[in-house]
Every structure is written in C-alpha cells, then in structure tokens.
C-alpha cells in the first residue's frame, strides 16, 4: 500500500512568499490594501499581456459578483452560465436576483456549447420579449472554451462575456491568456489552484474605469466625502495586504506551476494511450493550451456516478485523492426549475469521468502509482 498521500493539487510555496509577508508585517501593512496589494495586481496584469486592468479581491466568487454588478444585472434578468462547472460560477447571479439560463457543454473540450449557446439566446427572446444580460462561460479544469465561436456569437447579440477563468490561470486560446476575452476575466487563488493566497481571486477589467469601479463596490462604496457617506450597496471585498504577498510570491513560480502540470498530463496521456475505453482530457488542437489545472479522465463503459464513487473510494484506501467531476448545474436541486438547454454530455460526462492527482507535489513515481491503482480499480474485465 502506498503510504504517502497522493493528493490532486496541493499550495506549493517557492520560498519568496515568506519574505513578502515579513514585508508587510516590518511596515505594519497588516491591513486590507497596501503595497503588496498593488504589486500583485501590477504582476497579474503584466503576465496577461498588460492591456487590462486588475483588481485583487477576497475570493472569485467576489470577482463574479462584482462584475455582474458592472454589467448591470439585477432582479428579472436572465444570465445564460455553463452548466458543467462549479456552483460559485452561477451563485452571484442568484444573490443578484437574476435567473441562471444553463447551457450544456461540447465533447471537445467540455466547455459551453457554442451551438446550444445560440439556440438559448434565441429562444429565451422568443419567450422573455429580451435577451439575456450577460454570458458567463467557464475554461473548465483549465481547458480554454471555443473562443472564436462563442464571442462570435456574443458579439452578434451585443451581450457581454464574463470569462470564468478561475482554474485556468495561464492558460491561452490561441495565444491569448483566458480570462482576457470578454468583457470582464475572472481568476481564483483558492488553496488548491495554480497559484494561491491561501484564499482570494482577482476580476479583470478592460478599462482603467472600469477598475475604479469595481474597487469602489469591493471597498463599501463609500462616496467621495471627508466622512463616511454611501449612496449604494458595497462589499468588503478586496485582497488583504498578507494575502497578496503570499501570490507576490507564488507568481514567481506560476510557469513552474503550469509547467509541472503540463508535464503530469502528458504521462497520463502515455500511460493510458493503449488502455481501450480510458481516455484523458487533452488540448483538441495547436489552439488550446490548457494549464491542465487537473487532470481528468474518462472511462466510455460506465455510465453510473456510485461507480466512479466507487473507484474512488478504492483508491482512496491506496492513500490517493481522487473526485468526481463537477456535476451539471442543472441537475443540482438549488437550481431546480432554471431553464436550461441542453443535450446530455455534461452528465455524461459527470457519470463518466474523475479528476486525477495533479499538483506541483505529484511525482513521476505517484503517476504510476496513480495509473496502477486505477486500472486495478475498473470494475470491468475488458479494461485489463
């Protein structure tokens, strides 16, 4: 039995964090804001190509929600969200009141539907007399979505994108970093991403205006006064001075981070090249460069949630972290009623496939660790 845990994505520190956060603490900047605050989002904005703007907050959940908030979207709208994703992509439209339409995913690379994308804002016209406010799409598991077609067709409506890129920090549709499309860009820094803070995201925004805004709604919304005066709703939203030394200090190995990843996927690929109904989910075409945030891999011959339940649990008694993919938005009981548009693959999918240890602390040795356990936990003959 393998005795060291193999766990999917474990924080990695590179050793610089540490002496970002005894900055902070040598200046007493142990307050939201501060310098590290604005070199991190100086460093972020730098790695996406320096065209837009960023601003540091508590959390990407906080990020979507401010940027649905810049967009306008408020109680009787609709905003059309990928249904197969996580449920912080679809949250803030309910805490603005709105209505999530969902929309199901394409096979190559499991994000938002360009075809199914259409058809819902077409038919939500049809039964609403309007369209909907805003599109959020989701580069799932750090796989970039089909850009071209989908902000093709955004454009052709005039709705905005919001780019939820939160497991996809670094990576590129062709050559430019996700969360750079639309409108606004949406990164997470949670404990177990590309990089971390322990806690916290950033929202990237395409104008210096639009910064300023945002970080009015992040900081309460206090007007311009010489006492506190508030004539909207705000949030205490932005990034502590601490935390944002930490990603001072995580940015310094983000390539690593991605490259690391990068280079697990690929021993994956290898090693179940020849297995017949196990497949691993890869970059469709030279277009897409996926981070490959995690892993993940399908078996055709299952088609049961409690059998990938199954296998994990078996290689959870080998000391190896494995999880479920997301399940569908759709068919969470909190949506229950949402309209949605869709054609079954994103619960195909979530009846078919797991995410797989991938983190800066999987080593070559764990792959084949990882590959051995699970081949022996397919409970069907003819995967041997």
């Known amino acids: 039995m393998n005795k060291k845990p193999i766990y999917?994505?474990?924080?990695?520190?590179?050793?610089?964090?540490?002496?970002?956060?005894?900055?902070?603490?040598?200046?007493?900047?142990?307050?939201?804001l501060g310098p590290n605050v604005n070199e991190f989002e100086q460093d972020?904005?730098?790695?996406?190509?320096?065209?837009?703007?960023?601003?540091?907050?508590?959390?990407?959940?906080?990020?979507?929600?401010?940027?649905?908030?810049?967009?306008g979207v408020t109680a009787g709208d609709e905003v059309?969200?990928?249904?197969?994703?996580?449920?912080?992509?679809?949250n803030p439209i309910i805490y603005q009141g709105a209505t999530p339409v969902f929309v199901d995913s394409e096979t190559d690379t499991w994000n938002m539907s360009p075809a199914l994308l259409e058809e819902a804002i077409l038919d939500r016209q049809a039964k609403t007399g309007k369209l909907p406010k805003a599109i959020v799409l989701v580069h799932l598991y750090g796989m970039p979505a089909k850009m071209d077609e989908i902000m093709a067709i955004a454009n052709?409506?005039?709705?905005?994108v919001l780019e939820d890129a939160a497991e996809a920090m670094g990576s590129c549709y062709k050559g430019k970093p996700c969360g750079t499309f639309g409108r606004f860009g949406v990164l997470s820094f949670n404990g177990n991403k590309m990089i971390t803070t322990s806690g916290g995201g950033a929202l990237v925004c395409a104008s210096p205006e639009q910064q300023q805004q945002v970080m009015f709604y992040a900081t309460q919304a206090r007007e311009n006064f010489a006492y506190y005066q508030h004539e909207k709703i705000g949030?205490?939203?932005?990034l502590s001075n601490i935390c944002a030394g930490i990603g001072r200090g995580q940015m310094l190995v983000l390539d690593a981070h991605i490259a690391h990843h990068r280079h697990v996927n690929a021993l994956y690929q290898a090693a179940f090249a020849g297995v017949e109904g196990v497949s691993v989910l890869t970059?469709?075409?030279?277009?897409?460069?996926?981070?490959?945030?995690?892993?993940?891999?399908?078996?055709?011959?299952i088609d049961s949630i409690d059998t990938c339940v199954a296998i994990c649990e078996s290689l959870g008694k080998k000391s190896i972290e494995a999880r479920p993919l997301w399940k569908p938005l759709h068919l969470q009981p909190v949506f229950d009623g949402a309209p949605a548009y869709v054609d079954g693959t994103s619960e195909r999918l979530f009846n078919q496939g797991l995410c797989i240890p991938s983190g800066p602390y999987v080593t070559?040795?764990?792959?084949?660790?990882v590959v051995e356990a699970i081949l022996f936990s397919i409970p069907l003959k003819n995967y041997f």
């Not at 052709?156 to 905005?160: E, F, G, H, R, V």
């Not at 949030?235 to 932005?238: E, F, G, K, L």
């Not at 070559?364 to 660790?369: F, G, P, R």
């Open 364 to 369: 070559d040795a764990d792959v084949a660790l």
């Open 235 to 238: 949030y205490n939203y932005r």
């Open 156 to 160: 052709k409506y005039a709705i905005a």
């Open 8 to 32: 999917l994505c474990l924080a990695h520190m590179g050793g610089k964090e540490q002496d970002f956060i005894q900055e902070a603490f040598d200046t007493n900047w142990v307050v939201p």
């Open 283 to 301: 970059n469709p075409s030279a277009d897409f460069e996926s981070n490959y945030w995690l892993s993940t891999i399908l078996f055709d011959q």
């Open 44 to 71: 972020i904005k730098s790695y996406l190509g320096g065209e837009k703007e960023v601003v540091a907050l508590s959390a990407g959940t906080a990020a979507i929600h401010l940027a649905l908030i810049q967009l």
């Open 80 to 90: 059309i969200c990928q249904s197969f994703t996580f449920c912080a992509s679809v």
